[in-house]
């Protein structure tokens, strides 16, 4: 009897003792912790070739052959820097890509046509926020954009006396945006924190533990991971072993893990599958100018044109991320901009001067239950609405204003069902509406999945519902 009651004693301890961890883990709050001193740096190559081939033969000899290539290939190169400190938040992506297409298509004897196009991206966005004071910062930020097009198609028809036509189009664009912002606040990376909960409350509940849990254990946790996480190594496999090790020593010195193979088991899971998605905390309130500038130069049927775009804005840009506890996720953004712009389009074209206005918000909602599923609903919108004449041009002096609206509402699930087999899906419904001044001739239509289309004269809108479901098997 003495023996059975003292069984049941040590029992009813350990899940006292278990409940408590667990309480005191799940009661963690997310925005206390504070991201430490790191530098990642990132390099990613992308490479695609793929392509087809046809051949249509019929039985009736007045039928003619048809045959078709087609090929398209693209390669890319995308390298990312990262910066924290105490005084400083910053990042830099650079991307680089190229690719092509190229079509040939003949029926054999009457006709020919060979059709290629080539393209050419850079991209650069650099974001740099100094801060004087603990919640205050000046921003200077820096994004530029430029792409070559190529086109070129030539098509030879035997039948018209040899008649052959060749269309070529060439197209080079830049554009440089350059912030310059003074704000208040401070947005902290915590998914860090969120899987240094995850390892612990998951050793907590197998028993795995050999203290009382504190929030300063998670704390320090939390920067450990940080530190790991944000450091590259070329062979990411011998440095996957050095993170367990750095994480495995860390738990021992700090009495925090029960030596056995079920503790290595549930550490490498939660390692390899739960550091993700990305979660943030802080509010940051910014306002500015935004100076920019753009040119583009078309080579077409018509003499060559460049066009210069001179543009100056007002910038009002506000940030909320609120974790509401380990499980869910509030996040909400509004960016405003006002500004003046002109386009001189030369040697023939429209020169076009006035005003614009954007605001743009958006509001997500996410829940992450474990390290195998994460929900998000958002809402994101966009007004965009242009008040300005075109002079000396076409269209004389009239006043050409325009609006473009813009709503979208989405939910994506992400589900592990193990480390090879992911599941992803995702719906959403958007809605576009947009008036131009000077076309009298546009069109509204509305069109859905299956392809219904209306029209009627005045204006243009669409809506529209999309769905995608993803099944991801990663071999190795």
């Known amino acids: ?32 912790y504070i991201n430490p001193v790191f530098k990642l740096q990132m390099l990613n190559f992308n490479f695609n070739l793929s392509g087809n081939g046809s051949n ?82 000046f921003e200077m930020d820096l994004q530029i954009n430029a792409n070559q097009y190529f086109y070129n198609n030539n098509f030879i028809d035997n039948n018209n006396t040899n008649f052959s036509n060749t269309t070529i ?54 920067k450990l991971i940080s530190k790991l996480k944000n450091t590259r190594f070329f062979d990411s496999r011998i440095y996957y072993m050095q993170e367990l090790a750095a994480v495995d ?57 460049n066009n210069t775009i001179y543009e100056i804005y007002a910038d009002l840009n506000y940030v909320y991320n609120r974790p509401i506890n380990l499980y869910w996720q509030n996040d909400f953004n509004i960016s405003t901009k006002f500004g ?24 997500a909602l996410g829940w992450y239950p474990n390290t195998r599923t994460s929900i998000y609903f958002n809402v994101n919108g966009n007004y965009d609405r242009d008040f300005y004449t075109s002079t000396n041009g076409t269209y004389g002096n009239q006043n050409l204003s325009s609006y473009y609206l813009y709503g979208a509402l989405g939910l994506t699930l992400q589900y592990y069902f193990s480390p090879q087999l992911q599941l992803n899906a995702s719906y959403s419904f958007q809605y576009y509406f947009y008036k131009n001044g000077y076309q009298n001739d546009m069109y509204i239509f509305a069109t859905n999945n299956f392809g219904n289309t209306n029209y009627n004269p005045g204006f243009q809108s669409k809506a529209y519902n999309t769905f995608n479901i993803t099944l991801t098997y990663s071999l190795f």
């Open 56 to 137: 249509q033969q019929y039985s009736n000899a007045n039928s003619p052959n048809y045959s078709s290539f087609y090929m398209t290939g693209n390669a890319g190169v995308t390298y990312e820097l990262i910066k924290n400190n105490e005084n400083f938040q910053g990042s830099d992506l650079l991307t680089l890509s190229t690719g092509g297409n190229k079509q040939n298509q003949t029926d054999g004897t009457n006709w020919l046509s060979k059709e290629e196009d080539y393209t050419s991206n850079l991209h650069y966005a650099g974001a740099n926020r100094f801060y004087f004071a603990p919640k205050q910062f």
């Open 1 to 32: 009897m003495y023996t059975k009651s003292f069984k049941l004693s040590l029992v009813a301890l350990f899940v006292f003792i278990t409940a408590n961890l667990n309480a005191q883990i799940n009661s963690f709050d997310l925005s206390t």
């Open 340 to 363: 003046l712009f002109k386009t001189s389009p030369k040697p023939i074209g429209d020169t076009q001067k006035g005003e614009n206005l954007l605001i743009s918000p958006g509001y």
């Open 249 to 305: 020593s860390f738990l021992r010195t700090n009495d925090l893990l029960k030596d056995d193979i079920q503790s290595f088991g549930i550490i490498n899971d939660d390692w390899g599958y739960g550091a993700g998605p990305s979660r943030a905390s802080g509010s940051r309130f910014s306002f500015g100018i935004e100076p920019a500038f753009g040119f583009s130069h078309t080579d077409y049927y018509l003499p060559f044109v």
């Open 169 to 222: 189009y060439h197209q080079s664009n830049l554009n440089i945006d350059i912030p310059l912002l003074y704000g208040i606040g401070r947005v902290e990376q915590v998914q860090d924190a969120r899987l240094a909960a995850y390892i612990l409350d998951d050793l907590s509940k197998k028993g795995k533990f050999g203290k009382q849990i504190t929030n300063s254990d998670i704390l320090e946790f939390a």
